[in-house]
Protein backbone atom coordinates (compact mmCIF):
# COMPACT_ATOMS: atom_id res chain seq x y z
CA UNK A 1 0.00 0.00 0.00
CA UNK A 2 1.52 3.18 -1.16
CA UNK A 3 1.31 6.23 1.82
CA UNK A 4 0.08 9.64 -0.20
CA UNK A 5 0.42 12.56 1.32
CA UNK A 6 -3.67 12.43 0.23
CA UNK A 7 -4.07 9.37 1.87
CA UNK A 8 -1.89 10.21 4.94
CA UNK A 9 -3.88 13.72 5.40
CA UNK A 10 -7.38 11.66 4.60
CA UNK A 11 -6.19 9.19 7.49
CA UNK A 12 -5.26 12.29 9.90
CA UNK A 13 -8.80 13.98 9.28
CA UNK A 14 -10.70 10.48 10.15
CA UNK A 15 -8.67 9.83 13.13
CA UNK A 16 -9.21 13.21 14.59
CA UNK A 17 -12.99 13.37 13.82
CA UNK A 18 -13.58 9.67 15.05
CA UNK A 19 -11.90 9.93 18.43
CA UNK A 20 -13.40 13.39 18.54
CA UNK A 21 -16.74 12.12 18.40
CA UNK A 22 -15.81 9.04 20.90
CA UNK A 23 -14.39 10.96 23.52
CA UNK A 24 -16.74 13.74 23.21
CA UNK A 25 -18.68 12.70 26.21
CA UNK A 26 -15.92 12.36 28.92
CA UNK A 27 -14.25 15.54 27.55
CA UNK A 28 -17.47 17.19 28.59
CA UNK A 29 -17.35 15.58 31.59
CA UNK A 30 -14.18 15.58 32.72
CA UNK A 31 -14.27 19.44 31.98
CA UNK A 32 -17.27 19.62 34.31
CA UNK A 33 -15.96 17.88 36.84
CA UNK A 34 -12.15 19.92 36.58
CA UNK A 35 -14.79 23.33 36.61
CA UNK A 36 -16.50 22.05 39.96
CA UNK A 37 -13.08 20.76 41.65
CA UNK A 38 -11.46 24.26 41.09
CA UNK A 39 -13.86 25.71 43.16
CA UNK A 40 -14.28 23.40 45.57
CA UNK A 41 -13.45 26.14 48.16
CA UNK A 42 -16.07 28.26 47.06
CA UNK A 43 -18.95 24.82 47.58
CA UNK A 44 -18.78 21.19 47.94
CA UNK A 45 -18.83 19.45 44.48
CA UNK A 46 -20.07 16.49 45.51
CA UNK A 47 -22.88 17.18 47.96
CA UNK A 48 -25.80 19.28 49.01
CA UNK A 49 -26.54 20.17 52.45
CA UNK A 50 -29.80 21.30 53.32
CA UNK A 51 -30.02 22.65 56.75
CA UNK A 52 -34.22 23.49 58.30
CA UNK A 53 -34.88 24.75 61.51
CA UNK A 54 -37.33 23.63 63.47
CA UNK A 55 -39.36 24.05 66.75
CA UNK A 56 -40.75 21.48 69.19
CA UNK A 57 -43.65 22.57 71.62
CA UNK A 58 -41.96 21.46 75.07
CA UNK A 59 -38.64 21.65 76.70
CA UNK A 60 -37.42 17.87 77.66
CA UNK A 61 -34.54 16.58 80.11
CA UNK A 62 -32.40 13.81 79.15
CA UNK A 63 -33.93 11.37 80.85
CA UNK A 64 -37.29 12.13 79.36
CA UNK A 65 -35.98 11.26 75.93
CA UNK A 66 -36.76 7.32 74.63
CA UNK A 67 -37.21 5.97 71.61
CA UNK A 68 -40.86 7.21 71.25
CA UNK A 69 -39.46 10.76 71.85
CA UNK A 70 -36.77 10.00 69.11
CA UNK A 71 -39.15 8.21 66.29
CA UNK A 72 -41.64 11.34 67.03
CA UNK A 73 -39.11 13.84 66.49
CA UNK A 74 -38.51 12.76 63.45
CA UNK A 75 -41.86 13.13 62.35
CA UNK A 76 -40.97 16.70 62.44
CA UNK A 77 -38.26 15.96 60.02
CA UNK A 78 -40.17 13.27 57.75
CA UNK A 79 -37.55 10.56 58.25
CA UNK A 80 -39.04 7.73 60.04
CA UNK A 81 -36.22 5.47 60.67
CA UNK A 82 -33.37 6.45 62.86
CA UNK A 83 -30.07 5.13 62.90
CA UNK A 84 -28.94 5.74 66.37
CA UNK A 85 -28.88 8.91 69.00
CA UNK A 86 -26.91 10.59 71.38
CA UNK A 87 -26.25 13.36 73.82
CA UNK A 88 -23.58 15.60 72.75
CA UNK A 89 -24.58 17.59 76.46
CA UNK A 90 -27.30 17.10 78.73
CA UNK A 91 -29.55 19.66 77.14
CA UNK A 92 -28.97 18.29 73.65
CA UNK A 93 -29.66 15.25 71.47
CA UNK A 94 -29.04 14.27 67.87
CA UNK A 95 -30.13 11.97 66.27
CA UNK A 96 -28.61 10.08 62.60
CA UNK A 97 -30.68 8.82 60.03
CA UNK A 98 -29.44 7.63 56.36
CA UNK A 99 -27.46 11.12 55.29
CA UNK A 100 -28.65 13.10 57.66
CA UNK A 101 -29.24 14.83 61.36
CA UNK A 102 -31.12 16.11 63.56
CA UNK A 103 -30.06 17.96 65.99
CA UNK A 104 -32.40 19.27 69.02
CA UNK A 105 -31.48 21.69 72.20
CA UNK A 106 -34.26 20.34 74.60
CA UNK A 107 -34.01 23.52 76.78
CA UNK A 108 -34.68 25.95 73.90
CA UNK A 109 -37.75 23.69 72.06
CA UNK A 110 -35.30 24.03 68.86
CA UNK A 111 -33.45 22.09 66.32
CA UNK A 112 -31.42 21.87 63.24
CA UNK A 113 -32.44 19.10 60.45
CA UNK A 114 -29.04 18.41 58.13
CA UNK A 115 -29.75 16.44 55.21
CA UNK A 116 -26.51 15.15 52.95
CA UNK A 117 -27.70 14.36 49.38
CA UNK A 118 -24.96 13.41 46.09
CA UNK A 119 -25.52 16.70 43.79
CA UNK A 120 -26.09 15.20 40.81
CA UNK A 121 -24.03 14.91 37.65
CA UNK A 122 -20.83 16.61 39.00
CA UNK A 123 -21.06 13.88 42.32
CA UNK A 124 -20.41 11.18 39.48
CA UNK A 125 -18.47 13.03 36.76
CA UNK A 126 -15.75 13.85 40.01
CA UNK A 127 -15.36 10.24 41.06
CA UNK A 128 -14.37 9.51 37.65
CA UNK A 129 -12.36 12.70 37.77
CA UNK A 130 -10.73 11.28 40.97
CA UNK A 131 -10.20 8.20 39.74
CA UNK A 132 -12.23 6.69 42.73
CA UNK A 133 -13.26 3.62 40.81
CA UNK A 134 -11.03 0.55 41.20
CA UNK A 135 -9.45 0.58 37.59
CA UNK A 136 -10.33 3.52 36.09
CA UNK A 137 -7.15 5.14 36.69
CA UNK A 138 -6.31 2.85 33.55
CA UNK A 139 -9.22 3.94 31.50
CA UNK A 140 -8.42 7.76 32.68
CA UNK A 141 -4.51 6.76 31.43
CA UNK A 142 -5.77 5.55 28.15
CA UNK A 143 -7.88 8.77 27.68
CA UNK A 144 -5.46 11.23 28.17
CA UNK A 145 -3.45 9.85 25.36
CA UNK A 146 -5.82 10.00 23.39
CA UNK A 147 -6.56 13.60 24.47
CA UNK A 148 -3.02 13.67 23.17
CA UNK A 149 -3.76 11.86 19.94
CA UNK A 150 -7.08 14.38 19.08
CA UNK A 151 -4.33 17.46 19.63
CA UNK A 152 -1.67 15.96 17.54
CA UNK A 153 -3.94 15.25 14.61
CA UNK A 154 -6.07 18.66 14.91
CA UNK A 155 -2.95 20.46 14.64
CA UNK A 156 -2.87 18.98 11.16
CA UNK A 157 -6.24 19.06 9.84
CA UNK A 158 -6.22 22.70 8.55
CA UNK A 159 -3.28 23.35 5.48
CA UNK A 160 -2.27 26.38 3.50
CA UNK A 161 -2.48 30.04 5.76
CA UNK A 162 -4.52 28.58 8.74
CA UNK A 163 -2.61 25.53 8.65
CA UNK A 164 0.01 24.63 11.45
CA UNK A 165 3.16 26.35 9.49
CA UNK A 166 1.21 29.47 9.09
CA UNK A 167 -1.15 31.12 11.09
CA UNK A 168 -1.15 27.73 13.71
CA UNK A 169 2.31 27.92 14.82
CA UNK A 170 1.69 31.65 16.07
CA UNK A 171 -1.31 30.11 18.09
CA UNK A 172 0.93 27.13 19.42
CA UNK A 173 3.36 29.64 20.75
CA UNK A 174 0.55 31.67 22.06
CA UNK A 175 -0.73 28.64 23.98
CA UNK A 176 2.88 28.33 26.02
CA UNK A 177 1.93 31.95 27.62
CA UNK A 178 -0.51 31.66 30.14
CA UNK A 179 1.64 28.11 31.46
CA UNK A 180 4.71 29.82 31.03
CA UNK A 181 3.09 32.38 32.98
CA UNK A 182 1.46 30.97 35.70
CA UNK A 183 5.13 29.00 36.24
CA UNK A 184 6.98 32.04 36.21
CA UNK A 185 4.62 33.47 38.67
CA UNK A 186 5.09 30.35 41.41
CA UNK A 187 8.70 30.68 41.16
CA UNK A 188 8.27 34.54 42.17
CA UNK A 189 5.90 33.97 45.56
Not at 4 to 31: E, P, Q, T, W
Not at 50 to 77: A, D, M, P, R
Not at 89 to 104: G, M
Request: charged share 20%.
Amino acid sequence: MEWSAKKVRRLNVALHRDLGYFFSSLIVIYCLSGIALNHVDDWNPDFIITKEKITFTKTYSKEQITKNEINEFGKLVGEEKYKVFDFPTNDQVKIYYDNASLHLHLNNKIGVYEKVSKRPIFYQSNVLHRNSLKGWKWAADVFAFMLICITITGLFVLKGKYGITRRGKWFIAAGFLPPLIAIIIQALI
